[in-house]
């Protein structure tokens, strides 16, 4: 398993997507784009990194992309779910974001 997840500030939307070829990932992609993959190797650092992830309302920093890959629906939904806590603890808009899953 693996989820693709996009997250949009300030609107704090956080789209969820488990289809990898799903061709919204591919259309939504910007150059110069924040992407981080999270597998087993990187995740605790990201999850130590991402306290220092900064959102703006300006093109290069209004968003991000998310791969979490670690082999488990679960622990991938918990990883995604620490980040936005992490997040939601600076920014007040991620503190009840809008979650969908697309696909
Ligand atoms: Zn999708």
Same mark, same amino acid.
């Given at each position: 398993?693996?989820?693709?997840?996009?997250?949009?500030?300030?609107?704090?939307?956080? $789209?969820?997507?488990?289809?990898?070829? $799903?061709?919204?990932?591919?259309?939504?992609?910007?150059?110069?784009?924040?992407?981080?993959?999270?597998?087993?190797?990187?995740?605790?650092?990201?999850?130590?990194? $991402?306290?220092?992830?900064?959102?703006?309302?300006?093109?290069?920093?209004?968003?991000?992309?998310?791969?979490?890959?670690?082999?488990?629906?679960?622990?991938?939904?918990?990883?995604?779910?620490?980040?936005?806590?992490?997040?939601?603890?600076?920014?007040?808009?991620?503190?009840?974001?809008?979650?969908?899953?697309? $696909?």
């Amino acid at each position: 398993m693996m989820i693709a997840v996009y997250l949009n500030y300030p609107r704090s939307r956080v $789209c969820v997507h488990h289809n990898p070829g $799903c061709s919204k990932i591919q259309q939504a992609k910007k150059p110069g784009q924040r992407r981080f993959r999270i597998d087993d190797q990187s995740r605790d650092h990201h999850i130590e990194g $991402c306290q220092k992830w900064s959102f703006l309302a300006t093109s290069e920093t209004n968003d991000m992309w998310l791969q979490i890959d670690l082999r488990d629906y679960n622990q991938e939904v918990i990883t995604l779910e620490e980040i936005i806590a992490a997040l939601g603890s600076r920014y007040r808009r991620f503190a009840r974001p809008n979650i969908s899953r697309h $696909c």
